[in-house]
C-alpha cells in the first residue's frame, strides 16, 4: 500500500525561474490537495481537485501559481516567475470523497528560491 | 479572527505520563470537522483523529483521545501513556461546512517527552 508520494523531495532555484511539483495521491482517492507550509506555522491550503476538477483556490494561489490534474490521477503545481517569498515547503495531500474525509499527506517538497 | 488557535508553542511531558494539547476553534457552521495532525522531525503529517460536530461521543484512537467540548469550542488532545516517539509538531485542524474541503490549520504545539 503506498502512500501519497511527491517529486522532487527538495528544488532550489533562482529567483526568476519556473518549478513544478509534482504528487501522486493514494490510488483510490479522488480529491487532491495543495497546501504551503513555512517555517513554524502550519499548512495553509491553496487548492484542491475532485477527480480532474478544480473546485476550490485560496487567495493564497497567485496568478503566478498554476495547478493541473488532467486525467484525475497525478497533480502538477507550478510557480512561476519564483519569488524568495516562495520559499516554503509544498504539502500534497489526498482523500476519499466518502466517510470523514481525512487527508493523507505526502512527504513534501521543500522549495528553495535564492 | 484565527479559525484555529493552539496556546502552546511548547510543551515537555515525562515518558509514560498523559499530556492534553489545546486547541480552540471558531466558526459559525453547524456541520464542521476538528482533526488532528502529528509532523515529526522528518516532515510528513500524520493523521491521528477526527471528531465531527454530531459526534457525541469524543473520539479516541489508540492512545489518543480528543476531549470535544462543543459549547467552549474547544477540541484538545489528550496523548496517554506518553512515549519517545510521541515527540514532534501537533497540528489541531478544522474543515467547515458548506462543502468546503480545505483543512484550516493552527500554528502548532511542539511537544517534547523526557525519559
Known amino acids: 500500500d503506498t502512500g501519497v508520494s511527491q517529486d522532487p523531495r527538495h528544488k532550489i532555484t533562482k529567483r526568476g525561474q519556473n518549478v513544478t511539483f509534482r504528487c501522486d495521491p493514494i490510488?483510490?482517492?479522488?480529491?487532491l490537495y495543495w497546501y504551503r507550509q513555512t517555517l513554524g506555522q502550519g499548512p495553509e491550503f491553496l487548492t484542491y481537485f475532485q477527480n480532474e476538477a478544480q473546485l476550490e483556490k485560496s487567495r493564497l494561489l497567485s496568478d503566478r501559481f498554476s495547478a493541473e490534474r488532467p486525467k484525475g490521477s497525478f497533480s502538477t503545481l507550478e510557480i512561476q516567475r519564483t519569488e524568495q517569498g516562495d520559499s516554503a515547503m509544498y504539502l500534497c495531500a489526498s482523500s476519499l470523497v466518502s466517510g470523514t474525509g481525512e487527508q493523507f499527506f505526502g512527504p513534501g517538497t521543500r522549495l528553495t528560491v535564492l | 479572527a484565527q479559525k484555529i488557535t493552539q496556546t502552546q508553542p511548547g510543551m515537555f511531558v515525562q515518558e509514560k505520563e498523559a499530556v492534553t494539547l489545546d486547541c480552540t476553534y471558531d466558526?459559525?457552521?453547524?456541520?464542521?470537522?476538528l482533526f488532528w495532525y502529528k509532523q515529526p522531525s522528518s516532515g510528513e503529517m500524520i493523521f491521528l483523529i477526527y471528531?465531527?460536530?454530531?459526534?457525541?461521543q469524543n473520539a479516541t484512537e489508540g492512545r489518543y483521545s480528543l476531549n470535544f467540548q462543543k459549547a467552549r469550542k474547544s477540541a484538545n488532545l489528550v496523548i496517554s501513556a506518553s512515549q519517545l516517539g510521541d515527540s514532534a509538531m501537533y497540528f489541531c485542524a478544522m474543515r467547515e461546512g458548506g462543502g468546503r474541503r480545505a483543512l484550516t490549520f493552527g500554528s502548532g504545539t511542539r511537544l517534547q517527552v523526557q525519559p
Open positions: 466558526t459559525s457552521d453547524q456541520s464542521y470537522g
Open positions: 490510488s483510490e482517492h479522488n480529491r
Open positions: 471528531q465531527g460536530s454530531y459526534d457525541e
